[in-house]
């Protein structure tokens, strides 16, 4: 997976490693921001498989022209975070 192709470190990848792979989706830096706000929500500067899966879809869905949530919505949060 490409989570796994990013050398996670104790199951989580840092920031230095996720911004390339966000950053491929062509969205301007202040919508990579802000999913990142929306993911990294315990502030360590990483994400764990199940935010990163978050994080990927909401690159896409603004990719598809989709705005971004300014909170993220319940349904977005992994299980594992609830």
């Known amino acids: 997976s490409i989570f796994q192709q990013m ?3 104790g ?3 840092s920031g ?3 911004a390339p792979v966000l950053r491929r989706s062509g969205l301007p830096n202040d919508a990579l921001k802000a999913i990142w ?3 990294d929500v315990g502030g360590a500067g990483s994400l764990d498989a199940d935010w990163f ?3 990927m879809h909401l690159a896409m869905r603004s990719k598809k022209g989709e705005p971004l949530p300014q909170v993220l919505p319940p349904e977005y949060v992994p299980p594992s975070a609830r």
């Open 7 to 9: 050398a996670p470190d």
């Open 53 to 55: 899966s978050v994080a």
């Open 37 to 39: 706000s929306l993911c």
């Open 16 to 18: 230095a490693k996720v």
């Open 11 to 13: 199951g989580r990848a």
